[in-house]
Each structure stands twice: as C-alpha cells, then as structure tokens.
C-alpha cells in the first residue's frame, strides 16, 4: 500500500533544545495528521491540518500542511523529557473505495536530560 | 465510552491455537481500522470497515486472519492458527464517516505473544 516517507528515524536531542520531523508523499492529502506513541500505548493525536499552506500551534508543537499538499512537518519547541515517543504522520485522504489513512514510518524522539 | 477500548490488553498463546481480539470504538463512528504494530515498527495497515461491510481487506496478511463488525459497533479481529510471527501489538482505531471526519483515534492496543 501507500507509504509515507518520514524523516528522521530517531533523534537524540538536549533538553531545551528545538526538534523538527517531516513526512512527504507522492500522493496529494486532504488532511495531515501527527501522532505521538509512548511505550505501550496506543497512538494520540496531536495536531490534524485541513488545509493547504495551514499552520497550527498546539503548546510548543507547530506543523504546517504543504502548499502542494503532499508534505508535512512538526516542529517542538524547548523539548523536556516528558516530549520522548515515537512520533506518527498520517495522511488522509477520500479514494472511491477502501482505506483513507497512510502512516509514516515513525520518528523516535529522546530527549536527554 | 469516551474512546476506543480494546480488550484483552494482552494475550500470551502457545502456537496453533486461535486468539480473538475485541475493539469498542467511539459511538457514533463508522469507520473502524485495525493495525498491527512489531516491536519497534511502524503501524501495517490490516482492515478497515465502513458500517459492517469491509471495503478494504487488503492488509491482512493470510487467510488465517479474519475480522467482523456487528451492529456498526464492536469488531473482533480473529487469528487462528497462530504462528510465533503474529506476535505483535494489534490496534484498532475508529473515525467519523468518510466525509464527515478526518482525524482517526486509536485505542491502547492488545500485545500478542505467541509462545
């Protein structure tokens, strides 16, 4: 099926310091949408953009939909320990049939204290 | 309930014998996903149904591997003949009808192990 391309893999990142993932596609999305999984529990939705070229904040997360629609990023501002997951972009889109939801690939997230 | 429940949490079974995986999504929505997640990985995509009918089983990964969904509810994701590569955390998530919601919610998964 359909795969997002996300990047990075993983980061090991300081306290205090900023992080920033991305998710491409070759396909267009109506809707992006970033999760964050933490060890044993299923994926929470963070942030979800509706719309070309939008940027939406949620604390010290910001990720924007790409103009062309087949891109994403999440940034996290001032990252603190509690911010370690694994971090999910999914696209979504309505096809004629079947399935609307593609995930990336996962970014691991350690935040050294 | 407030979101998607899955039961049991976890499931330990010896090889061959079959295993049945419950998902209760949001009430109200029609559209219900499973997922299989290995250890470290990435979520694979499984089944997805829309009301009780399931447009798209193309991720399920033998013919061992089966799902139902009654009443637009509950589904149960059925595995028999288990093999030690089924092994896995198995997620279900729920979302609104097609047009009407955009954004999937999971539930806390149910780690199989097969012995």
């Known amino acids: 099926g359909q795969q997002l391309n996300q990047s990075p893999q993983s980061m090991f990142i300081q306290e205090g310091e900023d992080v920033s993932m991305n998710c491409t596609s070759s396909?267009?999305?109506?809707?992006w949408l970033w999760y964050k999984q933490e060890p044993g529990e299923g994926p929470v939705l963070l942030i979800a953009l509706y719309k070309a070229g939008e940027l939406t904040s949620n604390g010290r997360l910001t990720a924007q939909f790409g103009i062309t629609r087949k891109d994403s990023f999440l940034n996290i501002s001032a990252s603190i320990p509690s911010d370690v997951g694994i971090y999910f972009c999914a696209g979504h889109t309505i096809p004629n049939t079947g399935n609307q939801f593609y995930f990336g690939t996962g970014t691991s997230l350690t935040v050294i204290p | 309930g407030a979101g998607v429940s899955q039961s049991p949490s976890n499931k330990v079974t010896e090889k061959g014998k079959d295993v049945e995986l419950r998902c209760d999504p949001i009430s109200g929505h029609t559209a219900l996903y499973w997922y299989r997640q290995s250890l470290g990985q990435g979520l694979e995509f499984l089944i997805y149904f829309q009301g009780n009918s399931a447009p798209d089983k193309s991720g399920l990964p033998s013919d061992r591997f089966s799902a139902e969904r009654t009443g637009g509810s509950v589904s149960t994701l059925t595995i028999q003949r288990t093999q030690q590569e089924d092994s896995a955390v198995y997620l279900c998530?729920?979302?609104?009808?097609?047009?009407?919601?955009?954004?999937?919610?999971f539930g806390p998964g149910t780690r199989l192990t097969v012995l």
């Open positions: 396909s267009i999305f109506n809707t």
């Open positions: 998530a729920s979302s609104l009808a097609p047009i009407q919601g955009n954004e999937q919610f």
